[in-house]
């Protein structure tokens, strides 16, 4: 997904509500922002199979042997989503090239590369307060101990489906994949609740 397919991102009308209810930096509390256009291909292949190697080999990275698990290079994130699932994000305007080198590394093994940007957008949440702000909605322990940096999970926040990324633990850096259907509901979400939180 690009701004030159798409138009404006998901979130472009809550860009200014966002950026008034976060913390100016070296506050405490929480920043939100839309992490728009990334490049999303999700992938499923036998992770016992040489297609596997192959594909962890042309990335650059092994592809992550659990689900929750997080694999990232200078250019890309490979999130662990399932047993032989994973989704790969890269930056704006490279979802065709990876999908070219996915597609090239399977070499014709059973799998699927399939482009999915435009399915979700990125709400990146950071800052101190970050996590109690998450978990206000979200079920899992949010814990640095038990959800630190490169982990992932597949869950439910503010009861819309949501893929949950860690991307640092000190200040907390979460990345929040959303449907894009979704994206505002989630938005006014997080204003509502960053207003609660006062």
Same mark, same amino acid.
């Given at each position: 997904?690009?701004?030159?397919?798409?138009?404006?991102?998901?979130?472009?009308?809550?860009?200014?509500?966002?950026?008034?209810?976060?913390?100016?930096?070296?506050?405490?509390?929480?920043?939100?922002?839309?992490?728009?256009?990334?490049?999303?291909?999700?992938?499923?292949?036998?992770?016992?199979?040489?297609?596997?190697?192959?594909?962890?080999?042309?990335?650059?990275?092994?592809?992550?042997?659990?689900?929750?698990?997080?694999?990232?290079?200078?250019?890309?994130?490979?999130?662990?989503?399932?047993?032989?699932?994973?989704?790969?994000?890269?930056?704006?305007?490279?979802?065709?090239?990876?999908?070219?080198?996915?597609?090239?590394?399977?070499?014709?093994? !059973?799998?699927?590369?399939?482009?999915?940007?435009? !399915?979700?957008?990125?709400? @990146?949440?950071?800052?101190?307060?970050?996590?109690?702000?998450?978990?206000?909605?979200?079920?899992?322990?949010? !814990?640095?101990?038990?959800?630190?940096?490169?982990?992932?999970?597949?869950?439910?926040?503010? @009861?819309?489906?949501?893929?949950?990324?860690?991307?640092?633990?000190?200040?907390?850096?979460?990345?929040?994949?959303?449907?894009?259907?979704?994206?505002?509901?989630?938005?006014?979400?997080?204003?509502?609740?960053?207003?609660?939180?006062?």
């Amino acid at each position: 997904m690009t701004a030159d397919l798409y138009g404006a991102s998901p979130l472009a009308a809550r860009a200014d509500a966002l950026a008034r209810h976060s913390a100016p930096e070296g506050v405490q509390g929480v920043r939100i922002a839309e992490v728009p256009f990334t490049a999303q291909v999700a992938l499923r292949v036998d992770p016992r199979g040489g297609a596997a190697e192959r594909i962890g080999t042309a990335l650059g990275a092994a592809l992550p042997g659990r689900p929750g698990q997080v694999a990232r290079t200078d250019r890309v994130l490979v999130l662990g989503l399932g047993p032989d699932e994973w989704l790969v994000v890269g930056s704006e305007g490279t979802a065709q090239e990876l999908q070219d080198t996915l597609t090239a590394a399977l070499d014709g093994a !059973h799998g699927a590369v399939v482009d999915v940007s435009a !399915h979700r957008t990125i709400v @990146r949440v950071t800052g101190p307060k970050t996590r109690d702000l998450l978990n206000t909605g979200c079920a899992l322990d949010l !814990h640095p101990r038990v959800f630190g940096a490169d982990r992932c999970a597949q869950t439910l926040l503010a @009861r819309a489906a949501v893929i949950l990324l860690c991307r640092e633990t000190d200040p907390a850096d979460f990345w929040i994949f959303v449907r894009s259907s979704y994206a505002r509901y989630l938005a006014d979400w997080l204003i509502d609740a960053t207003e609660f939180d006062g």
